[in-house]
């Protein structure tokens, strides 16, 4: 542990973000929890929608606020993961979606940083003075259960989202 450290992304970031998408993108696995990154074709677009993300006045209707961290690795200040946390809980998210969404990038994965990643956002939470959080995956997303497992996450149940099993797990503050 103590490996990375979290940081809202700023235009100074742009080359290590698009270099991040590019190599999921080759990978052909999807990221997660990145804010829309995938659907943008400019960074400046994206830093500007993950800022209006920020406050309840300027998100998108329907959306509840977030901040989304760069997980940097502190030795080489490399970007390892991307992670979005989500103040509060709608209806959807409730249900489905969670308080965290996460990647971390396919060349530095089973390596343990997607469990510190985890564990870095609940202090984010632990600000936003929340006292318990949800984070759901997919059943068969193995890796992904492991890591909110690791984080002390308990089940709830599993529900049909999309066709396929999901999990809820919460996590108390
Ligand atoms: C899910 C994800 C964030 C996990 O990150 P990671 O850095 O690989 O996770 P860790 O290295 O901390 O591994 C956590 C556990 O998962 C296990 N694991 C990792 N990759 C695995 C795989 N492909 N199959 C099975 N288990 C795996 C590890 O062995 C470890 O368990 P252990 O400690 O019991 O051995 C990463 O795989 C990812 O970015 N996936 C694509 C996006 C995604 O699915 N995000 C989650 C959306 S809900």
Not at 13 to 37: R, Y
Not at 140 to 160: C, D, H, M, P, W
Request: hydrophobic share 35%; glycine share 8%; charged share 30%.
């Amino acid at each position: 542990m103590n490996r990375l450290y979290l940081k809202f992304p700023t235009l100074e970031d742009k080359e290590k973000v698009l270099d991040f998408k590019n190599e999921f993108i080759l990978s052909g696995q999807k990221m997660a929890g990145v804010g829309g990154l995938d659907r943008y074709d400019s960074f400046e677009e994206w830093l500007t929608k993950i800022t209006n993300d920020l406050k309840e006045e300027t998100c998108k209707e329907g959306k509840v606020p977030a901040t989304l961290y760069l997980s940097c690795r502190i030795s080489d200040d490399k970007l390892i993961g991307i992670v979005k946390v989500k103040h509060r809980l709608n209806k959807h998210l409730l249900d489905y979606g969670g308080n965290i969404g996460d990647c971390i990038r396919p060349s530095e994965q089973g390596k343990g940083y997607g469990t510190e990643q985890i564990a870095l956002s609940l202090e984010k939470c632990r600000e936003l003075k929340m006292d318990r959080v949800l984070i759901t995956c997919f059943k068969r997303n193995i890796a992904s259960a492991r890591t909110i497992q690791k984080n002390n996450g308990i089940l709830e149940n599993e529900v049909i989202d999309n066709g396929e099993l999901k999990q809820r797990y919460w996590i108390e503050l």
